[in-house]
């Protein structure tokens, strides 16, 4: 549940805070920025940081279990043991999807009623922008099943939630210290840029060599569908 409050003022603060930041500094901006603001990307800007929140809800979900060792009693109970992880990723991914959506379109609504004159603001009949909208919940719910996974594998809460951090926020800043040539290839593939496009309803030039909106998406599903076959694996092969 603290997990949850914390997303959930992570996704709502930073949509208030950067509104309306925007709507007292609008007359300021220089005329470059004004033109190239994205009112839908702006409100979601705190999905990209939510990740990092459900990542470790993610990571509870199994890991708490190894630590108290009460997966021994669930593996007797249910000896079958891709089924139980199969039942966990699909009330989690529910529970995840759920939660993702309400404060997606929460974060977006807020947004967009904080963003007053002369600054610009988007509807939901606008193109691209319930894409966008959608899409924040829809990279909720795929990084929290990889964080699942990765629980599953290393069984140990520090150890996920380190390595799933290290995946989502510090890759990024490492190969950003990559020249260019070698650094924008890699950078596109990493699921913080993904989530970026993702909610974005207009590509910005950091942005040019990313894929589009639904291919970065497929990718962050590959990611967390092989998380999950290794993860299984792995669980069927070593001890509770």
Request: hydrophobic residues 55%; positive net charge; proline residues 5%.
């Amino acid at each position: 549940m603290w997990t949850l409050v914390a997303m959930t003022i992570v996704v709502i603060g930073i949509a208030v805070i950067g509104c309306l930041a925007i709507t007292n500094s609008w007359k300021t901006m220089s005329l470059a920025n004004q033109l190239s603001f994205d009112p839908t990307g702006f409100a979601l800007k705190g999905i990209v940081f939510s990740q990092l929140v459900i990542g470790v809800l993610g990571v509870l979900i199994m890991s708490a279990e190894y630590g108290t060792g009460t997966i021994r009693a669930t593996l007797t109970a249910i000896p079958n043991r891709p089924r139980v992880l199969a039942m966990k990723a699909v009330v989690f991914a529910a529970v995840a999807l759920v939660v993702g959506e309400v404060l997606s379109f929460s974060a977006f609504f807020v947004g967009q009623a904080l963003l007053s004159s002369p600054a610009p603001h988007a509807t939901l009949s606008q193109p691209e922008v319930l894409r966008a909208v959608v899409g924040g919940g829809l990279v909720i719910m795929v990084l929290g099943l990889f964080a699942l996974a990765l629980a599953t594998i290393i069984r140990h809460s520090a150890g996920a939630i380190t390595s799933y951090v290290g995946t989502i926020l510090v890759a990024p800043i490492i190969i950003s210290a990559l020249p260019s040539s070698i650094g924008h290839p890699i950078m596109k593939f990493l699921p913080f840029q993904i989530t970026n496009v993702m909610t974005m309803t207009t590509p910005t030039n950091d942005l040019g060599s990313s894929f589009s909106p639904w291919v970065g998406f497929a990718v962050l599903c590959l990611y967390a569908a092989i998380a999950l076959v290794i993860a299984g694996v792995m669980m069927v092969r070593r001890d509770a």
